[in-house]
């Protein structure tokens, strides 16, 4: 028979399993919905606008965000892929490793600069993938950047709106996302990194010393010559 300690003991225990085992589903589904969000998955419950630090400021972060709404606050929405000028460079010694990428990213629509493909001057990038741009090719850059796992941004100081990827040691074509990733739905907002701030905050690198002409840009219209005066 069980006496009366043994009962509390039982009751106590369930109680704690019980106490227990709804933390921990909270905190899994908690989880899952963070993730979730992070990934552009579902839309975040929040859409908190930027703060602008106070002078004197300092930080080692030197990612831009991707841009948000300015009426709305909120993340905005990737470009339509045929208004996103790439050039692709190899930062590897893989021969026509720039090729092979440019090739998958027009196939998917994005618009090639001329030349689209050439080697990074002569030099080597240890990582994955490198997107580089300006001010004005923010919303370009983190547009095709859904396009692989792993990106490192960085702002310059170009003028336009042509972006650079430029492919490192650990970089491979088979590893860019499927056309059909969710990453890639175009109703679902640019993405930030876990540490970024306004690209206004951002001091920008130098940017390369050639820049290809950008086929979308609006070409200047030559000014109307005057018609000569009738001589009297």
């Known amino acids: 028979m069980r006496t009366r300690r043994d009962v509390v003991r039982r009751h106590r225990r369930e109680r704690q399993f019980l106490v227990f085992g709804l933390t921990v589903g909270v905190l899994v589904a908690l989880s899952a919905i963070a993730l979730a969000a992070y990934q552009g998955r579902i839309t975040s419950p929040i859409e908190a606008a930027f703060k602008t630090p106070a002078a004197g400021f300092s930080t080692d972060v030197t990612v831009p965000c991707p841009p948000l709404d300015k009426a709305t ?3 905005e929405l990737p470009l339509p892929v045929d208004q996103v000028v790439v050039r692709v460079r190899n930062g590897t010694t893989t021969s026509g490793l720039a090729r092979d990428t440019l090739a998958v990213l027009t196939g998917r629509g994005y618009v090639a600069t001329i ?3 050439t080697n990074w001057d002569n030099r080597t990038y240890a990582d994955s993938v490198r997107i580089q741009f300006g001010e004005a090719g923010l919303q370009q850059a983190y547009t095709v950047g859904r396009n692989f796992p792993t990106v490192e941004y960085v702002l310059d100081n170009r003028k336009g709106a042509v972006v650079d990827i430029i492919l490192g040691a650990t970089f491979s074509v088979k590893n860019m996302r499927p056309q059909y990733a969710p990453e890639l739905d175009p ?3 640019l993405v930030a ?3 970024c701030l306004p690209w206004d905050r951002i001091t920008p690198q130098p940017a390369p010393r050639i820049i290809p002409v950008d086929p979308l840009a609006p070409s200047a219209s030559p ?10």
């Open 73 to 75: 606050g909120a993340r």
């Open 193 to 195: 990194p876990l540490q």
């Open 187 to 189: 109703k679902t907002p």
């Open 223 to 232: 000014s109307p010559t005057p018609s000569p005066s009738p001589s009297p």
């Open 115 to 117: 030349p689209g493909a």
